[in-house]
């Protein structure tokens, strides 16, 4: 078990206290870690993702890959262009962005789109989703112009009728961030963790919060590993072992699936197939926490103020859009599919400049180091991207899932 939170950090006191009350009212006073989560982050006054101050870029507690360069969201829109034509060019073509955080990848996307594939860009009817009030009213404040003009539109997931959609619904390190269960193997059975209050804790005192093991509280955590095919009672996992659970990623793409009239679904996240995910040796699970630019694994210090993310199982969402009716197209690490869609290209031109191009060496290696970042192994480059379709033709493969020898490369 992880240590409860330490009355000397700099937690979210209010959001503390809300959580506090959250568990003394529950009769077994103990809450999901899932729920702790999910308040954390997104508690409406207090979360971390309530609060308007920088939490994303160089000034916060993490960047992703649309504030690294522009790059990442202009070969996007090289990919949207094409699923436009592999649709037929439909008018509107919904491109619905799922957690926008700042709206900078909407702005390159759309800037990218007005400028290399106009008839495109005028049929792009840009749908937000967004819970956070706090990000929703900073894209708001970024894409005004286009918001203005009726390009950009916010919309709550009750107010798109279901089979509505017909486009691309994406997700850059969006999945992540959702709230998840924990769970860990004592005495060769399946239970669930839960947060509560250290028992000495006095009425006046900053509350600390402690880990207790009991019950699964859904049996859908049972049925998860079904899904995936994961055996944890089995010999090969050791008592004591821990890990998660992404019961919001399920419903998630179950929603996403049953507005999706026609077209794909891209979501690029850090993540491993089912079985790198709950390898044995991963006797801790992924479970990470952000804090002034660095990581931990104490959720339970900087309440509110610190992210919280797990790893992304793709066997899950690939399966449970199975389940949902739609059929996966491929999965491939996102250095692979920026290649494809043309990021080799721009490293060349970077290389071999044109004749009469003034340019400052420092600015280009600057840039190359940029646009490595987007595609090295070690870094930005190994985050998965999971391509999923629906009324579609399966065998016309998106460019970004296409490998050299189909790219004509080779």
């Not at 486009?167 to 999945?175: P, W």
Request: aromatic share 10%; proline share 6%.
């Amino acid at each position: 078990m992880r240590p409860g939170s330490s009355d000397l950090d700099d937690s979210n006191l209010p959001l503390c206290d809300r959580l506090s009350q959250r568990i003394v009212a529950d009769p077994q006073r103990r809450i999901s870690f899932a729920e702790f989560m999910a308040i954390a982050l997104y508690d409406p006054d207090y979360g971390y993702y309530a609060t308007p101050s920088p939490r994303i870029g160089a000034a916060g507690d993490f960047y992703t890959s649309p504030h690294l360069d522009a790059a990442f969201g202009e070969l996007l829109a090289e990919q949207f262009a094409e699923l436009w034509h592999l649709l037929g060019a439909p008018h509107p073509f919904t491109l619905v962005e799922m957690g926008a955080g700042q709206g900078i990848l909407a702005v390159d996307v759309l800037r990218y789109l007005y400028r290399e594939h106009y008839a495109c860009f005028e049929a792009v009817d840009y749908v937000i989703v967004e819970i956070s009030a706090a990000m929703r009213a900073e894209q708001q404040h970024q894409l005004k112009p286009l918001a203005d003009s009726g390009q950009v539109r916010w919309c709550r997931w009750e107010e798109m009728p279901p089979d509505s959609v017909t486009g691309c619904f994406f997700s850059n390190e969006l999945v992540d961030a959702f709230p998840v269960h924990q769970v860990a193997i004592a005495q060769g059975q399946l239970q669930e963790i839960y947060v509560t209050l250290a028992p000495e804790e006095a009425a006046d005192a900053t509350p600390r919060f402690i880990e207790t093991l009991g019950d699964l509280s859904t049996l859908r955590l049972a049925e998860y590993f079904e899904l995936v095919g994961v055996d944890l009672l089995s010999e090969r996992y050791p008592d004591g072992y821990r890990t998660e659970v992404n019961l919001a990623a399920l419903d998630w793409m179950q929603t996403v699936a049953d507005r999706l009239h026609r077209g794909y679904v891209l979501t690029i996240d850090y993540g491993y197939p089912a079985q790198r995910y709950y390898s044995p040796t991963r006797t801790t699970g992924t479970l990470q926490c952000y804090y002034q630019h660095a990581h931990h694994s104490n959720p339970y210090l900087h309440i509110g103020r610190q992210d919280l993310t797990a790893h992304v199982d793709f066997t899950a969402l690939e399966r449970q859009g199975d389940r949902c009716g739609l059929d996966t197209l491929g999965f491939v690490p996102q250095g692979l599919f920026l290649m494809a869609l043309g990021l080799g290209d721009r490293l060349a031109a970077l290389s071999h400049p044109e004749p009469g191009t003034e340019a400052n060496l420092a600015e280009i290696l600057q840039q190359r180091d940029r646009l490595q970042s987007l595609i090295d192994p070690l870094r930005l480059g190994n985050f998965g991207v999971l391509v999923q379709g629906k009324g579609i033709n399966a065998a016309a493969l998106p460019k970004g899932l296409q490998t050299p020898t189909q790219l004509g490369v080779v």
